[in-house]
């Protein structure tokens, strides 16, 4: 009995507890932001962008205080890792079949020139390097998921990475809402608009409303091209683990590469090697969502709009120019390549 009660008294017990308000706290907001997504599926944003909208207004208005705090910086770091190893199982080697040599090398060259340019750009206006790298990652890659999944290497603080997703989710649905427009004007027929939408938006939900909204052919190439972007983030994660801790001296690989990452490389080969039954995978899918939205809710509330007032301008004006570069070099090479 005395051990029972010197164990409710001690860390052990209130630990994993304290972690609860914060942990509800986020789980509420991630709700929340289902049920508007559902309520305005007019606005063509997902969850995961209206549960950082709701963390950063609750947060700024509410200012929760500390009893909440344990709970949200576990839900920002290890409920967005698992929810990385969680999309994994939803990534497929075989998303790239169909996809021309030459239009994979124009995308992937647009890709690298645009994760080159964030930090390069960043130190032009005189914004933080790291800031410009996740608007670059954002940008090429997989919007709000690639900056997820690499802000824990790279990202300072919880509001840079809050900041760069809604940088690049606001300038995406700018993009996707034009995008349609601009390939029917340019005659870039079925395998050109569906390389500009495909390749060009930063975000999965970008690219497939765009792409349907030009077309249900056109559609479902821009996935095909998208889903081959959106590979690429298995190399970029792996080469961000590699990366980062040896600046912080970790020379061990076991040190090195974070849990979450074999378990993402292997998600991936299981679903690639079609080994994740059809039933198990969709639950998988949906469980990923739901921590992404909800460890998306959590960096919300550690924003400071007074620091985005400060700083936000120059890094909107950074993302939105990494993304018309983006547009202009994959437009480029649909006009070459339709």
């Known amino acids: 009995m005395k051990s029972f009660v010197g164990w409710i008294c001690s860390g052990a017990f209130w630990g994993p507890m304290n972690k609860l308000p914060g942990l509800a ?12 997504a559902g309520w305005l599926p007019q606005i063509k944003v997902g969850a995961v962008v209206w549960a950082i909208v709701l963390g950063v207004l609750a947060g700024n208005a509410m200012r929760p205080g500390e009893r909440f705090s344990p709970g949200l910086k576990f839900c920002e770091k290890k409920v967005l890792e698992f929810a990385v190893v969680l999309l994994g199982a ?13 239009a994979g090398m124009a995308i992937l060259a647009a890709m690298a020139a645009t994760l080159a340019m964030g930090p390069l750009a960043a130190r032009a206006v005189k914004t933080a390097p790291t800031t410009g790298f996740l608007l670059g990652v954002g940008t ?26 809604g940088i690049v989710n606001l300038a995406g649905f700018a993009a996707m809402l034009v995008l349609p427009f601009a390939a029917r004007f340019l005659h870039l027929g079925l395998e050109g608009s569906a390389l500009l939408l495909g390749g060009a938006l930063p975000a999965v939900g970008h690219a497939v ?6 077309g249900p052919e056109i559609g479902g190439l821009a996935i095909a091209v998208k889903m081959g972007r959106v590979l690429c983030l298995v190399p970029l994660v792996l080469a961000c683990s590699l990366w980062a801790p040896r600046e ?22 299981l679903r690639s090697a079609d080994l994740i039954p059809p039933g198990m995978r969709h639950a998988i899918s949906i469980s990923g969502k739901a921590a ?19 700083h936000g301008p120059k890094a909107l004006a950074l993302g939105a120019a990494l993304l018309l570069f983006q547009v202009l070099a994959v437009g480029a090479a649909a006009l070459l390549l339709s």
């Open 25 to 36: 706290l986020a789980a509420g907001a991630a709700g929340l932001a289902y049920a508007v």
């Open 90 to 102: 939803g990534l497929s080697l075989s998303s790239l079949g169909g996809f021309n040599a030459g």
């Open 140 to 165: 090429a890659i997989c919007g709000s998921a690639a900056i997820a999944a690499v802000s824990p290497f790279v990202a300072k603080d919880r509001h840079e990475t809050a900041l760069s997703i």
């Open 209 to 214: 409303g765009a792409g349907y909204a030009a």
């Open 248 to 269: 912080a001296g970790k020379n061990s690989i076991w040190q090195v590469v974070p849990w979450f990452v074999p378990l993402f490389l292997l998600a991936v080969g």
């Open 292 to 310: 992404l939205t909800a460890a998306m809710a959590a960096i919300g509330f550690g924003v400071d709009l007074e620091a985005v007032r400060r």
